[in-house]
């Protein structure tokens, strides 16, 4: 498995504010972009309906801590660490990049819920996520 997980993602127009600068709020986004392209990866998706369990990964925590801008047209890169994975929780980190330069560092925490027609439900995360998600962590070395 890899240390971390990257995409990029070219900046559109309507991401910037009048001076072409990316709103902060985009960095979210891009945050759970990265995260969804991060669980396709692994086989797995944030959302599960499978007929018996439905089960998805509400945040808890988010961060995002700004060192620079991004513009119109730049590549941002979105590389995303597996900092920890608790019982019920993990927490992942992203550095956005770009032209090699750190613009940005963000933060996630979500937990295993089991969605009901009343609300959310912290679960365990299963075995075989858990297995997925705790080989991506311990490769970092």
């Known amino acids: 498995m890899p240390v ?8 559109e127009f309507c991401e910037t504010d ?6 902060f709020s985009n960095y979210f986004r891009w945050m759970e972009e990265v995260e969804h392209a991060f669980f396709r990866s692994l086989g797995l998706s944030v ?19 700004y060192l ?4 119109f047209e730049d590549v941002v890169t979105l590389n995303l660490r597996v900092a920890r994975v608790g019982a019920t929780s993990f927490t992942y980190e992203i550095d956005f990049i770009v032209a090699g330069k750190p613009i940005a560092k963000g ?10 027609p009343t609300g959310f439900t912290p679960i365990n995360i299963p075995a075989a996520i858990r297995a997925k998600l705790a080989d991506v962590s311990q490769s970092r070395g």
């Open 4 to 11: 971390s997980f990257s995409i990029t993602h070219g900046v």
């Open 18 to 23: 009048m001076a072409g600068i990316v709103h």
């Open 47 to 65: 959302m599960v309906q499978d007929g018996v369990t439905n089960m998805s990964w509400p945040r808890v925590a988010a961060s995002c801590e």
């Open 68 to 71: 620079g801008p991004a513009c």
């Open 107 to 116: 933060k996630l925490t979500s937990v295993c819920c089991q969605v009901t």
